[in-house]
């Protein structure tokens, strides 16, 4: 089975902080993507990777940044966390392929004071 | 028009019950589609790839209609642990893949 790891169930931050959540997938994915999901709003895609060291912004990705320096490993940075990026955050990967289903890590629950 | 629509619901149903949720999707060429299960506050998990000549696994079925633009997911024999909120997911192609907003089911006792 896949295994996507995701660093932290809860976080809870400060406005203006710097946030790192981190996500680790280990069936040798191409892709990774980062999601986050909003009641009413459903999942939206904020960044993806389909290699390493490469990024591309997906439909929400202001505020936010990414990096992959290892295949298995893709973060999300956000930069200066604000209230409005309180959510649950989802990392997700496939093997490549429009066929490849996506497998999702378990959440991680962002809170910014 | 959203990209992929669903019906929100919520469906409330007897266990034993047969129901039925439907999706349309906008891109006529989309090229793959799936059905997710969410439970609360879970990720979503696969629940099965629909393909054009339809599948079933088990008490679930789905079905595909590309001249209609919609998938559908079939369940059968209602289970208490059927309760979820299912997602139609579809791949327009290349690496984004689209989500619609999910349909929550209730299975009651």
Redesign the interface.
Known sequence: DVKVTQSSRYLVKRTGEKVFLECVQDMDHE?M?WYRQDP????R?IY?S?DVKMK?K?DIPEGYSVSREKKERFSLILESASTNQTSMY?CASSAGG??S???????T?LTVT | RKEVEQDPGPFNVPEGATVAFNCTYSNSAS??F?WYRQDC??????LM?VYSSGNEDGRFTAQLNRASQYISLLIRDSKLSDSATY?C?V?P?????I????TRLFVKA
């Open positions: 892709n993507f009413g709003l459903g999942l895609l993806f389909y591309e997906g989802l429009v066929d289903p996506l497998h999702f890590g378990n959440g629950r | 090229q793959s799936f506050r879970k990720e979503p998990k696969l790839s997602l997911v791949n192609g290349g690496f984004k893949t989500f619609g907003a999910g």
